[in-house]
């Protein structure tokens, strides 16, 4: 079975400086994507960015990006000169496929920019 | 390009009442997914759809929920009778489909949110 762990619960970073929210899995699979959602209070979730496990290059996105270790199961997401907007959950997922593509969702963390 | 739109945006019932949630999903995007996302917790999959198949509805609870997804576009989620546990937003997502693992990404609707009194 395929698990996702946010073991931050809570972050808080002051606007303009950087933090890494942690990500952990557990999955026998060798062909697989990961996530990093952003949801807003009371808005839709997006995508922020994404990382296929065949890669070893570290996915990167404008301010985001991330520190992908296959041999150790971790997918953190770094945010650098962090602004007020980037106040929101962020959810961790995993996704592989077999006959249909599978996702699975970490608990979240909840970020808070402050001024 | 139209995003993934869902309405209610909120409900309010009381308990032992009948609610139901209506999701379009993104033109051309084969798989939709209906999910539950209690306050403080990650979104869990209560039922996916691949056109109007259904492929995983292991964590759906049948007693109560049920879904439909009518030519393999829109789709409907109820719950007949609505319990307090049933509170929280419901979530509609759809991907272009397992044609294209390596660039399937979840586009997710703004959300349902079910208050059971």
């Known amino acids: 079975a395929q698990t996702v762990t946010q073991s931050q619960p809570e972050m808080s970073v002051q606007e303009a400086e950087t933090v890494t929210l942690s990500c952990t899995y557990d999955?026998?699979?060798?062909?697989?994507?990961l996530f990093w959602y952003k949801q807003p209070p009371s808005r839709q979730m997006i995508l922020v960015i994404r990382q296929e496990a065949y890669k070893q290059q570290n996915a990167t996105e404008n301010r985001f990006s991330v520190n992908f270790q296959k041999a150790a199961k971790s997918f953190s997401l770094k945010i650098s000169d962090s602004q007020l907007g980037d106040t929101a959950m962020y959810f961790c997922?995993?996704?592989?496929?077999?006959?249909?593509?599978?996702?699975?969702f970490g608990s979240g963390t909840k970020l808070n920019v402050k001024p | 390009e139209a995003g993934v739109a869902q309405s209610p945006r909120y409900k309010i019932i009381e308990k032992r009442q009948s609610v139901a949630f209506w999701c379009n999903p993104i033109?051309?995007?084969?798989?939709l997914y209906w999910y539950q996302q209690i306050l403080g917790q990650g979104p869990k999959l209560l039922i996916q759809?691949?056109?109007?198949?259904?492929?995983?509805d292991s964590q759906l609870p049948k007693d109560r929920f049920s879904a439909e997804r009518l030519k393999g576009v829109d789709s409907t989620l109820k719950i007949q009778p609505a319990k307090l546990e049933d509170s929280a937003v419901y979530l509609c997502a759809s991907s272009l489909g397992p044609s294209k693992p390596g660039t399937d990404t979840q586009y997710f609707g703004p959300g349902t949110r079910l208050t059971v009194l």
């Open positions: 033109s051309g995007h084969a798989t």
């Open positions: 999955t026998s699979e060798n062909n697989y994507y």
């Open positions: 997922a995993f996704m592989y496929h077999s006959n249909f593509n599978k996702f699975y």
């Open positions: 759809f691949q056109n109007n198949g259904v492929v995983d």
